[in-house]
């Protein structure tokens, strides 16, 4: 699996790619194009940059060294990544992977009831081209903006099967797939082997993946199967959630706190933003919230508040240390957007989550688990856990999921949060 890019892009939540994945550099930008992004910088960017250094500031932004998450995107990638944000977009509700080695795609997986299903598509196809444009070799987000389109349209696509010499071409009327952020542990079976670790230890499961506009709803809907199969504490997975929207996260820590700071975010010469707990959260059971070295930005905020308010343990390792939050702005000069560092998001204890950025981050930056709470796998061990978890996501949304019944790889890190909840939940 080492060579395949771990993206279902086309019909599942997945971790959104760092910002360099999305970086579009515009190479030689005008005068023009430099002054709207140098007025942007100097009035919205997170620290003060002096007059004389605003172009050199605007040509960074460009080429996406500025600092570590400023970037620009260009209109085929802006729209890529509003789409994830709204969690919704047209596609056809396959699963699509490329292989790094050979630049070829192939259909990974398909969403039940899907365009794809329906067309006759099948999981290891081989996709040659998108109405005639040739996918080998091809940028992997390039191949999927082929492929996505307006809500109702037609696309054309020209596959070759392995048990077959010729190539197929299907035409595929796009619908309407949305972007699932929330799942329980397992696939198949009742409610309760769903969400439950094991019956035994009454001990809950929920995994958030990203953060959109539907990962609240979602939530909700998931801690309501947790108490109706009557979970005696809960585990909340955000290992390997690269982030999302900051106000889902705020919204999904209010389900869990009846008060306290959740997060401040500190903006250069304006006052300091700060989300509070409204009250009302929907469960009081004992909480343990996983991360990992990839949990990062919103999933980090999530952590952070409930470790903060003593709402929850954390277990795992030490998350990434993204403590800055971003404004998009629509470029008037250029074809597509600013991605731009505005603020500093700071934990309730006032610390700052942000370990990368020189001057702004700290080295104390990241949620660390709780003391005992530590488990660091070794590198080999957590890519094998990654690349598991990331097929059972993809089960769960691709045909037959209700009758999968592949167990959940081997997870240290869980066992060691069900350990600690079950003595919690017998006192």
Known sequence: MKNLVPCAALAFACLAPPPQAWASVLAH???????????????????????????????????????????YLDSTAAVELERQLAGRFGGIGAGVTSDSTTGVFRISSLQVDSPALRAGLQTGDTLVAVDGAVTRGHDFFDVIALIRGPVGSLVRLTIRRPASPNELHVTIRRAAVELPTVRALRIGGSEAQRYLVDERSGVGYVRIESFSKRTPAELDLALAAVQRVHARALVLDLRDNGGGLVRSAVAAADRFLDSGTILTQRVRGKPDQVARARGGNETHLPLAVLVNAHTASAAEILAASLQDNRR??????????????????????????????????LRPSGGSLERHIPQIGSERGGVWPDSSFAVTLPEEEERRWSDLTFQTTLRMQAVGAAQ????????????????????????
């Open 29 to 71: 930008p005008s005068r023009r194009q430099l002054d709207e992004v140098a007025a942007l910088v100097e009035k919205h960017y997170i620290r003060a940059i002096g007059r004389d250094s605003l172009s050199a500031a605007a040509r960074r932004c460009f080429e996406g060294t500025l600092d570590r998450y400023t970037v």
């Open 312 to 345: 929850a343990i954390v277990v795992g390792s030490r998350s990434f240390g993204k403590g800055v939050s971003l404004e998009i702005y629509h470029l008037k000069r250029s074809p597509g957007l600013l991605k731009l560092t505005t603020a500093v998001a």
């Open 404 to 427: 999968d019944s592949t167990p959940p790889p081997r997870d240290l890190v869980l066992e060691r949060a069900v350990e600690a909840l079950s003595a919690a939940a017998a006192r």
